[in-house]
């Protein structure tokens, strides 16, 4: 998970958010006066995250204007193993017995849903990474608040396509469960950048790939389906019989 944002900035969000009656849950500074307040409360068991137990506490943090809602899961840290051979290692102060991840938020539901709905932050960066780096969603081209407005249209249409397009070449009996996000850096060298010849003879022309194009079959299914496409009574005709699956 990303790192927590230092105290000072975090204050600022948290005045932001509540400013503009926004719910938040966001990542917490571990500080010492924090750990204490850590230690001295009421764990419980936590069956339903990936952790050993959770807690649930009001604080204030140190210039912040009053208290919120943390919460906390602790996870219970295994003894490192010891050489077979050599002197003993000694360290300067003991491990902690836990590692945790700690949480302020003014939301009021319930640890486990909390820890879910962080837990998506992830994926969603991970989404926006590529947006900024495959799709050009970063490379603002202009001074102009319109323009980029029109570039940031045309990087989500491009994104968006790319998903359709994944779409197009699945397995006509793949289900939701199974099907797995292709970025478009992938998609550009499956189905875009591609070793080939154009050629001209009899009046035709043609296009050969490599022999050595390794998802030929898949790039036909693929065209062959987007060429399938057609219209009727204002809607499109199925060109995969079977719907996506759950």
Known sequence: MPAPIPASTALEAVEAYEKAAVQFIVSARKTA???????????????????DGYCEFRYQPEGWRKAYRFIAL??????????????EQYQLFDTPEYGYRVFVTNMKDAVTLLTWFYNQRAGAE??????????G????????????????????????LNCWLMLFHREQDAKLAQFQHTTLATTRLKFLFLAARIWRHAGRVGISYSDHYADRSLFERLMNRLRAVASMDGSFIPVIPTALLC
């Open 33 to 51: 006066r924090l750990v204490d307040e850590l230690k001295a409360a009421d764990w419980k068991r936590s069956p339903q995250t990936d952790a």
């Open 126 to 135: 991970n989404l926006i990474k590529e947006a900024n780096n495959d799709a």
């Open 74 to 87: 602790r996870y219970e840290k295994k003894p490192k193993p010891q050489p077979e051979k050599g002197p």
């Open 137 to 160: 969603l970063s490379a603002h081209p202009s001074a102009r608040w319109a323009m980029n407005c029109i570039h940031f249209q045309l990087a989500m249409l491009a994104y968006n």
